[in-house]
């Protein structure tokens, strides 16, 4: 005796559903879009955001505004209220000593760190302790990656890798840089402000 087993087909779609299910498709799509769009514009305006800061330290204390966002971005993606783990505070991750110094060299009255959550007074004293690191190399061919070592790993590491050739050769002094988070660090921030170069200028246009 043949049994016949009726397998269950669904039917094909109707026109109407094909174009339904395309709108929704077409919907998403444009939504992404959308949502993309609005964080590009978000990232580029949270970029922007701490520039008048940014220009005003750099022309107080005489140094390449392009160079100080570089930091800025590197050490906190210019979010004023970020906190590190070991009490560094604001745009440019200060500890209360270098903030200290700073506040003790500019005669800042009632000074406490939690002031540095200000971006203004924190890219002051970012900028004129990135001053002072940029002055202490002036006898190499270029104090950004003495400076920008010093800002990351200390003074101490510094003198550890600045020997010989390295004392005023840059090149060379990166290559003795035997932590990859510092190398790592100068060459982000070095790229860095070779995007911003141009864009932030001293002089008021």
Known sequence: ???IVNDKVDPPLLWSDRIQKRKWWL???IALGIVLALFDRWRVWREDSQDACIIAAARQYNVDPALVKAVVWRESQFNPRVQGRAGEVGLMQLREAAASEWAKAEKVAFYSHRQLFDPGKNTQ?????L???LARYTQTDNPI???LADYNA????VLRWNKGAAATNSAVFLTQIDFPGTRKYIAEIMARREKYRGKLK???T
């Open 154 to 157: 200390g003074r101490t590491h």
């Open 145 to 147: 990656p003495y400076a």
């Open 125 to 129: 004293a970012g900028t004129w302790y």
């Open 131 to 133: 001053r002072k690191l």
């Open 202 to 204: 001293l002089t008021d």
């Open 1 to 3: 005796m043949n049994s």
């Open 27 to 29: 919907f998403g799509i």
